[in-house]
């Protein structure tokens, strides 16, 4: 726990309540939604995840940087050790840092990387009292002060967050047998990884892009941040897809989105899920997995419609975690099967939609 | 599901080297799960002393050896429908295989609940695991068996520098060595084949990291990874010999998932039903791992992680073995979310094994692939500096943490960090303050950078406290961050008041404490809840830390709180009997309607199983600590007389900060504890006591025993704690002593008093009320004074001695009782030649006996102190000791096999590592039950005898008579064999080990022609001692039954003569009482 050159700085909720903590990323005031995530390790994987857009991440795990930060490999076009090209959460609020990191695969420290990416960050905040703040008052915004001028609060879900982090064009994706459309609202490259590891293409366009015209043999509709309620031209397009029989499987937000298309509803949760360790039972049945997840909505279980059924639930607060359409392959999971951060147990559901796909072209 | 009705659980014995208090916590846990569920419980375990063999755990108890035959019988008589093996270890483990493979539970339709025997078998032999692991592609270290140099090197070809060589079947790893090259293969294989004909050429993972998952899995095929462990140390050092952090701290997300997901798939494709272990080894330079070992049970590393996450493993395994699904069992701390998930920590926690190396001759201090350790702690914090330094604290080495210690004994740095011994860590510190780099100390330990780099921050944090030389002129922020990074005040106290006396470092640590408040800089209490604050948790697990700004709970301070001291580290005279004690004191509490609160560090234990009191702070037992918790809690009072010596050498000091103590006044305690006010007050009040003198110069000394003669008792001042007393047998041990463990001068003079030998040990357990003595047991050791108490076999009710005696004893008992006020328990040992009595120690807490007296009796000692202590007015129990109409038999565990080299023999230091309490209709009986218990044969025809001086020849006669005329064949040394010829008693004459003639001792005990060896040195000296050690040692090293006291031998061969073993009858507890 090291002491200078790390200068206070402050982190103020706008509901008041005000944390001393010592700067150690990048120098400069930030404001955003203010969430906790209760995982043990992934935090590169987590800083680089699109879903994170807008938001201030509390990390309850006390001692982070531990590993320093991964070296940029490029495998498939994409940054082999992380989730995006870049840092994408607003501000991280840890308890302990290490800036001394251990690791073959590190290339420099977190402290470093947040600089470089102009990314503010704290330490020394009671991060345990903070994460009871929220889970008690909920998700609300939040500001990182870091000298005596104050900046205004912003809330991100205000904005359309998924224009902000989708891909600005098509970009391709391997060369298998099975064309995927892959609907980018701010995918995650371990959902590109899993697809490519089957005889697949994946064919990345931006959210908002009309793929009726293209030739593909599933649609999947990737996660991303904020309310899906935005994200008007992605629900019109699915609406026009599940209106056909070609599988579509979404991933969090994408499951949101399906729902809306469906005709269900979704509400803003609490302090929504964000964690390693959220269990999920598959409807129906005694099989329980333990999924990674990070979304502060959800599908409204009540809303399902008639040709529709819920997939999957969650064991501690039965919220909704999956939808299933009763006759055709058409299915969406709210947590993550590609994991990274996070448990791997749900990973066979991309073999599911690969087999849905072998399916409908027989 | 069917309905099962009735099951048996198998505990796993005395505790021992590797297999400790773990599994009462695990058992208890297991019984808990089965009552719940309405099931019939039968419990067999010979450890009298543990929490699971208490009233109400289980609804049958039988004090019996876990052997096939005794659990066979028992299997006849309860007829239960199932069976619990994974819940006592690998003794209850190995019992139940070969239950399973006799086809003994088939014939009696007994069904193993949970993991299926047929994969459990699968996952102990290591290559048929192996071979089954590369089915589903995980991957083992590369391993060939060769029998020529030949093969040897074309394995090592195949298998890729470097290499570890070992010889099979060769004891103390002799032949092993690692080799980077052909040229060092060469010289090595050649080496090792001279052990052995057989060779095993292993890929080296030295070096390597070593992490562990404990897993669950239920018959939905639903499996989840509840915690995950690094090793501070790299591979090589046994996990049980490790520090050991959870969660991993230097693993990438992508490698802790693919270590995770592997252990899923092993557990899947084993079939295990419960909980299981997985141990791995993970090259530090790339995501390259090893699949190392696999516990198909509930273990050490279980416990460790039950209480390192609130997930109480045991009690899941339990009800997943009944059919249950995770899905369908609640997480136990938050009660609304399900069990099915994996913990989410918001601190961390250190695991630190407690060794007590310095109590065996012999024995090396290295550590590594071998278990050493009698105990260890858990450390919580919410940094690794915290962790490590509180962890440190509590090892009760005493150390004060990483840094401001005591300096170690010198040895060159280089050699410390290369070779682990126990104190390794502070050889780290040493390191640092020569001026090494982190990278150096790295190269040389392999330890993780990380480890060290934090370790390194305590070090630098200490340079610039030092800096400083009064506590006022610290900076606030510093301070903090000191506290932050796990300093005590007595370490800043030391750090900053360097010039200060011994002496005086507690006052400045008072003073630091002072300064501390007054800015503001104290702990604040964090709950232990699971799930990271994510849900709600109405948990009472807790831990303190400096890591924060607000108290997860607010404690009423409604004077309604009792707060007992737990006993710490399992050590070597200090174990389950002081868990069971302050867990029956936290029972006796919320009966009497307060609120129980428990401050204990020992993950091995029950009293730090959450469900035990209405608080648990898994917390120091420090004094400034205790001060905190005090503080925060404002209690009625503080029991501090059922944590053993812990506590009980707090009392004073917690007394003089106006904390109040429950029961006998500290003022009273500390009477009993000083020795020279002790024997004072014992001639004050016309108590006979052995001569004695206090001391305070060597040459005082040698006057003094001059004219007592030898042996004498030395009890050093207690003020310099640690030290326990000592019987020396001549000027050599005498000097010895005084230079090792305690230091002679004015200031700390040294009670010195007159040993009595061939004089009866009896021992005295009470509680008393104002000086009233409510209720006693009085029991009896079958050695003669000189063997530990702790070492001693004790039978109880006394069986062989006078009325007088026992009147005399209560009569003193009563006036110190008396004398000293006692309301509480208390302890005092008592010397008995012909009527003659005189007082050797007095203890005013509950001793190590206290459970076996309480179970034998059926009258739970603790509850009536506890309830005096809290001012209720207890009634004098009916029952009298004369009364009983059977006898219980305590007797000592020893671990020398353990323990490699170590002389296996009893003197003025304990040695005994558990301890097991059998009940017999006759004292032969309850004798020969509990020696069963601990490990003894009967033998069945060749006894080994060497039978020292003359009193145990004489001793020994009338059974080495009945021996031969029962058909046994006596084997005996020179002077023995004559001794018996002289009577008339036949036997066959062998030769000592080192002279090269045949018959020879060690051949014998070798060629196992011996099924028991009586071997009884002629005194403690040194001399004597390295005559005989080659045979003890090779007794304990070739399994072969020793004893090494001519009163217990004797003991032993009775019982032999008037109980075969189908003889002895199966009773449950209930039977007798």
Same mark, same amino acid.
């Given at each position: 726990?090291?002491?200078?050159?790390?200068?206070?700085?402050?982190?103020?909720?706008?509901?008041?309540?005000?944390?001393?903590?010592?700067?150690?990323?990048?120098?400069?005031?930030?404001?955003?939604?203010?969430?906790?995530?209760?995982?043990?390790?992934?935090?590169?994987?987590?800083?680089?995840?699109? &879903?994170?857009?807008?938001?201030?991440?509390?990390?309850?795990?006390?001692?982070?940087?531990?590993?320093?930060?991964?070296?940029?490999?490029?495998?498939?076009?994409?940054?082999?050790?992380?989730?995006?090209?870049?840092?994408?959460?607003?501000?991280?609020?840890?308890?302990?840092?290490?800036?001394?990191?251990?690791?073959?695969? &590190?290339?420099?420290?977190?402290?470093?990387?947040?600089?470089?990416?102009?990314?503010?960050?704290?330490?020394?905040?009671?991060?345990?009292?903070?994460?009871?703040?929220?889970?008690?008052?909920?998700?609300?915004?939040?500001?990182?002060?870091?000298?005596?001028?104050?900046?205004?609060?912003?809330?991100?879900?205000?904005?359309?967050?998924?224009?902000?982090?989708?891909?600005?064009?098509?970009?391709?994706?391997?060369?298998?047998?099975?064309?995927?459309?892959?609907?980018?609202?701010?995918?995650?490259?371990?959902?590109?990884?899993?697809?490519?590891?089957?005889?697949?293409?994946?064919?990345?366009?931006?959210?908002?892009?009309?793929?009726?015209?293209?030739?593909?043999?599933?649609?999947?509709?990737?996660?991303?941040?904020?309310?899906?309620?935005?994200?008007?031209?992605?629900?019109?397009?699915?609406?026009? &897809?599940?209106?056909?029989?070609?599988? #579509?499987?979404?991933?969090?937000?994408?499951?949101?989105?399906?729902?809306?298309?469906?005709?269900?509803?979704?509400?803003?949760?609490?302090?929504?899920?964000?964690?390693?360790?959220?269990? #999920?039972?598959?409807?129906?049945?005694?099989?329980?997995?333990?999924? &990674?997840?990070?979304?502060?909505?959800?599908?409204?279980?009540?809303?399902?419609?008639?040709?529709?059924?819920?997939?999957?639930?969650?064991?501690?607060?039965?919220?909704?975690?999956?939808?299933?359409?009763?006759?055709?392959?058409?299915?969406?999971?709210?947590?993550?099967?590609?994991?990274?951060?996070?448990?791997?147990?749900?990973?066979?559901?991309?073999?599911?939609?690969?087999?849905?796909?072998?399916?409908?072209?027989? | 599901?069917?309905?099962?009705?009735?099951?048996?659980?198998?505990?796993?014995?005395?505790?021992?080297?590797?297999?400790?208090?773990?599994?009462?916590?695990?058992?208890?846990?297991?019984?808990?799960?089965?009552?719940?569920?309405?099931?019939?419980?039968?419990?067999?375990?010979?450890?009298?002393?543990?929490?699971?063999?208490?009233?109400?755990?289980?609804?049958?108890?039988?004090?019996?050896?876990?052997?096939?035959?005794?659990?066979?019988?028992?299997?006849?008589?309860?007829?239960?429908?199932?069976?619990?093996?994974?819940?006592?270890?690998?003794?209850?483990?190995?019992?139940?295989?070969?239950?399973?493979?006799?086809?003994?539970?088939?014939?009696?339709?007994?069904?193993?609940?949970?993991?299926?025997?047929?994969?459990?078998?699968?996952?102990?032999?290591?290559?048929?695991?192996?071979?089954?692991?590369?089915?589903?592609?995980?991957?083992?270290?590369?391993?060939?068996?060769?029998?020529?140099?030949?093969?040897?090197?074309?394995?090592?070809?195949?298998?890729?520098?470097?290499?570890?060589?070992?010889?099979?079947?060769?004891?103390?790893?002799?032949?092993?060595?690692?080799?980077?090259?052909?040229?060092?293969?060469?010289?090595?294989?050649?080496?090792?084949?001279?052990?052995?004909?057989?060779?095993?050429?292993?890929?080296?993972?030295?070096?390597?990291?070593?992490?562990?998952?404990?897993?669950?899995?239920?018959?939905?095929?639903?499996?989840?990874?509840?915690?995950?462990?690094?090793?501070?140390?790299?591979?090589?050092?046994?996990?049980?010999?490790?520090?050991?952090?959870? @969660?991993?701290?230097?693993?990438?997300?992508?490698?802790?998932?693919?270590?995770?997901?592997?252990?899923?798939?092993?557990?899947?494709?084993?079939?295990?039903?419960?909980?299981?272990?997985?141990?791995?080894?993970?090259?530090?330079?790339?995501?390259?791992?090893?699949?190392?070992?696999?516990?198909?049970?509930?273990?050490?590393?279980?416990?460790?992680?039950?209480?390192?996450?609130?997930?109480?493993?045991?009690?899941?395994?339990?009800?997943?073995?009944?059919?249950?699904?995770?899905?369908?069992?609640?997480?136990?701390?938050?009660?609304?979310?399900?069990?099915?998930?994996?913990?989410?920590?918001?601190?961390?926690?250190?695991?630190?094994?407690?060794?007590?190396?310095?109590?065996?001759?012999?024995?090396?201090?290295?550590?590594?692939?071998?278990?050493?350790?009698?105990?260890?702690?858990?450390?919580?914090?919410?940094?690794?500096?915290?962790?490590?330094?509180?962890?440190?604290?509590?090892?009760?080495?005493?150390?004060?943490?990483?840094?401001?210690?005591?300096?170690?004994?010198?040895?060159?740095?280089?050699?410390?960090?290369?070779?682990?011994?126990?104190?390794?860590?502070?050889?780290?510190?040493?390191?640092?303050?020569?001026?090494?780099?982190?990278?150096?100390?790295?190269?040389?330990?392999?330890?993780?950078?990380?480890?060290?780099?934090?370790?390194?921050?305590?070090?630098?944090?200490?340079?610039?406290?030092?800096?400083?030389?009064?506590?006022?002129?610290?900076?606030?922020?510093?301070?903090?961050?000191?506290?932050?990074?796990?300093?005590?005040?007595?370490?800043?106290?030391?750090?900053?008041?360097?010039?200060?006396?011994?002496?005086?470092?507690?006052?400045?640590?008072?003073?630091?404490?002072?300064?501390?408040?007054?800015?503001?800089?104290?702990?604040?209490?964090?709950?232990?809840?699971?799930?990271?604050?994510?849900?709600?948790?109405?948990?009472?697990?807790?831990?303190?830390?400096?890591?924060?700004?607000?108290?997860?709970?607010?404690?009423?301070?409604?004077?309604?709180?009792?707060?007992?001291?737990?006993?710490?580290?399992?050590?070597?005279?200090?174990?389950?009997?002081?868990?069971?004690?302050?867990?029956?004191?936290?029972?006796?509490?919320?009966?009497?309607?307060?609120?129980?609160?428990?401050?204990?560090?020992?993950?091995?234990?029950?009293?730090?199983?959450?469900?035990?009191?209405?608080?648990?702070?898994?917390?120091?037992?420090?004094?400034?600590?205790?001060?905190?918790?005090?503080?925060?809690?404002?209690?009625?009072?503080?029991?501090?007389?059922?944590?053993?010596?812990?506590?009980?050498?707090?009392?004073?000091?917690?007394?003089?900060?106006?904390? @109040?103590?429950?029961?006998?006044?500290?003022?009273?305690?500390?009477?009993?504890?000083?020795?020279?006010?002790?024997?004072?007050?014992?001639?004050?009040?016309?108590?006979?006591?052995?001569?004695?003198?206090?001391?305070?110069?060597?040459?005082?000394?040698?006057?003094?025993?001059?004219?007592?003669?030898? @042996?004498?008792?030395?009890?050093?001042?207690?003020?310099?704690?640690?030290?326990?007393?000592?019987?020396?047998?001549?000027?050599?041990?005498?000097?010895?002593?005084?230079?090792?463990?305690?230091?002679?001068?004015?200031?700390?003079?040294?009670?010195?008093?007159?040993?009595?030998?061939?004089?009866?040990?009896?021992?005295?357990?009470?509680?008393?009320?104002?000086?009233?003595?409510?209720?006693?047991?009085?029991?009896?050791?079958?050695?003669?004074?000189?063997?530990?108490?702790?070492?001693?076999?004790?039978?109880?009710?006394?069986?062989?001695?006078?009325?007088?005696?026992?009147?005399?004893?209560?009569?003193?008992?009563?006036?110190?009782?008396?004398?000293?006020? +006692?309301?509480?328990?208390?302890?005092?040992?008592?010397?008995?030649?012909?009527?003659?009595?005189?007082?050797?120690?007095?203890?005013?807490?509950?001793?190590?006996?206290?459970?076996?007296?309480?179970?034998?009796?059926?009258?739970?000692?603790?509850?009536?102190?506890?309830?005096?202590?809290?001012?209720?007015?207890?009634?004098?129990?009916?029952?009298?000791?004369?009364?009983?109409?059977?006898?219980?038999?305590?007797? @000592?565990?020893?671990?020398?096999?353990?323990?490699?080299?170590?002389?296996?023999?009893?003197?003025?230091?304990?040695?005994?590592?558990?301890?097991?309490?059998?009940?017999?209709?006759?004292?032969?009986?309850?004798?020969?039950?509990?020696?069963?218990?601990?490990?003894?044969?009967?033998?069945?025809?060749?006894?080994?005898?060497?039978?020292?001086?003359?009193?145990?020849?004489?001793?020994?006669?009338?059974?080495?008579?009945?021996?031969?005329?029962?058909?046994?064949?006596?084997?005996?040394?020179?002077?023995?064999?004559?001794?018996?010829?002289?009577?008339?008693?036949?036997?066959?004459?062998?030769?000592?080990?080192?002279?090269?003639?045949?018959?020879?001792?060690?051949?014998?005990?070798?060629?196992?022609? +011996?099924?028991?060896?009586?071997?009884?040195?002629?005194?403690?000296?040194?001399?004597?001692?390295?005559?005989?050690?080659?045979?003890?040692?090779?007794?304990?090293?070739?399994?072969?039954?020793?004893?090494?006291?001519?009163?217990?031998?004797?003991?032993?061969?009775?019982?032999?003569?008037?109980?075969?073993?189908?003889?002895?009858?199966?009773?449950?507890?209930?039977?007798?009482?």
């Amino acid at each position: 726990m090291p002491t200078n050159p790390y200068p206070d700085a402050r982190l103020v909720l706008s509901d008041g309540a005000v944390f001393h903590g010592k700067s150690f990323g990048f120098q400069g005031s930030i404001s955003g939604e203010l969430v906790f995530n209760t995982a043990m390790t992934g935090y590169p994987e987590s800083l680089t995840d699109p &879903s994170y857009r807008g938001q201030i991440l509390v990390l309850t795990y006390p001692s982070i940087g531990n590993y320093g930060v991964p070296k940029p490999t490029i495998e498939d076009n994409m940054l082999r050790f992380f989730e995006s090209d870049h840092i994408h959460v607003s501000a991280l609020i840890i308890s302990d840092y290490s800036e001394k990191h251990s690791h073959w695969n &590190s290339s420099q420290s977190l402290g470093d990387w947040l600089k470089a990416e102009k990314v503010p960050a704290l330490f020394g905040i009671d991060t345990r009292m903070l994460t009871r703040h929220i889970r008690e008052k909920g998700s609300m915004p939040a500001k990182i002060l870091i000298d005596s001028n104050d900046i205004p609060f912003d809330d991100p879900n205000n904005r359309n967050l998924v224009a902000e982090v989708s891909a600005q064009q098509k970009t391709i994706y391997g060369k298998g047998k099975h064309r995927i459309m892959l609907v980018d609202c701010g995918v995650k490259s371990n959902i590109i990884r899993c697809l490519l590891e089957y005889d697949t293409t994946v064919i990345r366009i931006p959210w908002d892009y009309d793929y009726s015209r293209e030739d593909f043999d599933g649609l999947f509709i990737s996660n991303g941040p904020g309310n899906p309620e935005h994200c008007i031209a992605t629900i019109a397009h699915l609406k026009q &897809s599940i209106a056909g029989d070609k599988p #579509v499987f979404g991933i969090c937000l994408g499951h949101q989105l399906l729902a809306l298309a469906s005709g269900a509803s979704t509400y803003k949760l609490k302090f929504g899920h964000r964690s390693h360790n959220q269990p #999920v039972l598959q409807d129906g049945t005694n099989k329980a997995y333990l999924t &990674s997840q990070n979304h502060g909505y959800a599908v409204d279980i009540a809303s399902i419609q008639s040709d529709w059924k819920s997939w999957f639930t969650n064991l501690n607060d039965n919220s909704n975690e999956g939808i299933i359409h009763k006759k055709k392959p058409i299915f969406s999971t709210q947590f993550h099967p590609e994991a990274s951060s996070g448990p791997t147990d749900t990973a066979f559901l991309f073999s599911h939609f690969i087999n849905a796909i072998e399916q409908w072209k027989k | 599901m069917e309905k099962i009705n009735k099951v048996l659980v198998l505990g796993s014995g005395a505790l021992k080297i590797g297999e400790a208090g773990e599994f009462d916590y695990s058992g208890s846990q297991a019984l808990k799960a089965l009552r719940e569920e309405g099931i019939k419980t039968v419990l067999i375990n010979p450890n009298i002393a543990t929490v699971q063999t208490s009233e109400g755990i289980a609804d049958q108890i039988y004090f019996l050896p876990v052997t096939p035959y005794f659990v066979e019988r028992i299997i006849e008589k309860e007829k239960p429908e199932g069976i619990l093996l994974a819940f006592g270890g690998q003794t209850a483990l190995n019992c139940g295989i070969a239950l399973h493979e006799s086809g003994v539970l088939e014939k009696h339709q007994v069904k193993v609940l949970g993991t299926p025997v047929t994969a459990i078998m699968e996952t102990e032999d290591r290559e048929r695991f192996a071979a089954l692991l590369g089915t589903i592609g995980v991957k083992t270290p590369k391993s060939v068996a060769v029998t020529s140099e030949e093969q040897a090197l074309k394995a090592a070809e195949e298998i890729g520098f470097p290499l570890i060589i070992r010889a099979a079947f060769t004891l103390g790893g002799q032949g092993s060595g690692f080799c980077n090259n052909m040229d060092e293969l060469q010289k090595q294989a050649e080496k090792a084949f001279s052990y052995a004909d057989q060779i095993l050429i292993e890929e080296s993972l030295k070096g390597w990291k070593e992490i562990e998952y404990e897993v669950v899995r239920d018959r939905y095929d639903n499996c989840i990874t509840v915690c995950n462990m690094e090793n501070f140390d790299p591979l090589g050092i046994h996990t049980g010999e490790s520090i050991v952090v959870a @969660p991993s701290q230097t693993l990438t997300n992508s490698e802790y998932h693919k270590l995770r997901k592997i252990s899923i798939q092993i557990v899947k494709r084993v079939g295990i039903i419960g909980e299981c272990n997985v141990q791995y080894a993970l090259d530090p330079e790339s995501e390259d791992y090893r699949v190392i070992e696999v516990n198909a049970r509930l273990s050490r590393s279980s416990a460790l992680a039950s209480k390192a996450t609130g997930y109480p493993l045991a009690f899941v395994a339990a009800k997943l073995a009944l059919g249950f699904g995770l899905h369908e069992l609640k997480n136990s701390v938050t009660k609304t979310t399900t069990a099915f998930f994996e913990p989410a920590l918001d601190y961390m926690v250190c695991k630190i094994p407690r060794w007590d190396l310095n109590k065996f001759h012999g024995v090396s201090k290295e550590i590594g692939s071998s278990m050493k350790s009698v105990g260890e702690i858990m450390a919580i914090g919410r940094s690794f500096e915290e962790c490590i330094q509180k962890g440190l604290r509590m090892a009760g080495l005493g150390m004060h943490g990483f840094v401001a210690n005591r300096e170690l004994p010198e040895e060159t740095i280089k050699k410390a960090l290369n070779q682990p011994t126990d104190t390794r860590i502070f050889s780290i510190a040493a390191a640092f303050a020569e001026g090494w780099s982190v990278e150096q100390i790295h190269l040389n330990t392999k330890i993780d950078r990380w480890f060290l780099e934090k370790l390194y921050n305590i070090h630098q944090l200490s340079e610039k406290i030092a800096g400083f030389n009064a506590i006022e002129s610290l900076p606030n922020d510093l301070l903090l961050e000191a506290k932050k990074c796990g300093f005590s005040d007595f370490q800043l106290a030391r750090l900053v008041y360097s010039e200060a006396a011994p002496t005086d470092i507690e006052q400045l640590l008072l003073t630091v404490r002072k300064h501390r408040k007054s800015r503001g800089i104290v702990p604040v209490i964090k709950q232990i809840d699971t799930l990271a604050a994510e849900f709600p948790a109405d948990t009472n697990y807790l831990y303190l830390t400096y890591h924060g700004d607000e108290h997860d709970i607010l404690p009423e301070k409604d004077g309604r709180s009792v707060v007992v001291l737990g006993s710490g580290a399992y050590r070597i005279g200090s174990s389950v009997e002081f868990d069971w004690s302050g867990v029956n004191a936290l029972q006796s509490i919320e009966k009497a309607g307060y609120r129980s609160v428990m401050i204990n560090y020992n993950p091995e234990t029950v009293s730090t199983d959450y469900d035990s009191c209405n608080r648990l702070y898994f917390e120091e037992l420090s004094l400034e600590r205790t001060l905190d918790i005090a503080e925060l809690e404002l209690p009625l009072g503080v029991i501090v007389s059922t944590g053993g010596q812990i506590p009980n050498n707090l009392a004073m000091r917690l007394h003089r900060q106006q904390v @109040p103590i429950l029961g006998t006044s500290p003022e009273s305690i500390d009477k009993a504890e000083n020795r020279y006010k002790f024997s004072e007050l014992l001639d004050s009040i016309g108590v006979d006591q052995p001569a004695w003198k206090e001391l305070s110069s060597m040459e005082d000394i040698e006057l003094f025993t001059k004219e007592v003669g030898f @042996p004498v008792l030395v009890r050093p001042s207690y003020v310099l704690s640690g030290a326990a007393m000592n019987v020396v047998s001549n000027a050599s041990e005498l000097r010895h002593f005084l230079e090792m463990a305690t230091k002679i001068s004015k200031q700390y003079p040294v009670v010195v008093s007159k040993f009595l030998t061939d004089a009866k040990e009896i021992e005295m357990d009470a509680v008393a009320d104002k000086g009233e003595i409510i209720l006693y047991a009085i029991s009896e050791h079958i050695e003669f004074a000189g063997v530990h108490s702790g070492d001693a076999t004790m039978m109880f009710p006394p069986q062989k001695v006078y009325v007088e005696t026992i009147r005399r004893i209560k009569k003193i008992s009563r006036k110190i009782a008396e004398a000293l006020q +006692i309301s509480g328990p208390f302890n005092i040992q008592f010397l008995a030649r012909d009527n003659d009595i005189k007082v050797i120690e007095c203890n005013l807490r509950a001793s190590r006996s206290l459970p076996f007296v309480s179970k034998v009796l059926k009258t739970n000692f603790i509850d009536y102190a506890t309830r005096i202590m809290l001012g209720e007015k207890v009634e004098k129990p009916l029952k009298s000791l004369f009364e009983l109409d059977y006898i219980g038999v305590k007797a @000592p565990q020893f671990s020398f096999s353990r323990l490699s080299k170590a002389d296996p023999v009893l003197g003025v230091d304990m040695a005994s590592t558990g301890e097991v309490g059998c009940i017999g209709d006759d004292y032969y009986e309850a004798i020969l039950k509990s020696m069963l218990a601990v490990g003894y044969r009967i033998p069945k025809k060749n006894i080994l005898i060497s039978s020292g001086p003359m009193r145990s020849k004489t001793e020994l006669l009338a059974s080495a008579l009945w021996l031969t005329e029962n058909g046994f064949d006596l084997f005996a040394t020179q002077g023995t064999h004559q001794f018996l010829a002289e009577n008339n008693i036949p036997s066959k004459v062998v030769y000592w080990p080192d002279v090269p003639k045949s018959p020879n001792a060690y051949e014998l005990i070798r060629s196992r022609q +011996i099924d028991l060896v009586i071997n009884i040195p002629k005194n403690l000296s040194q001399e004597e001692l390295d005559n005989d050690y080659t045979i003890r040692r090779a007794a304990v090293d070739f399994n072969v039954p020793l004893i090494t006291n001519a009163r217990l031998a004797s003991a032993f061969i009775y019982a032999i003569a008037r109980y075969r073993l189908e003889d002895l009858r199966i009773k449950s507890w209930s039977e007798y009482v």
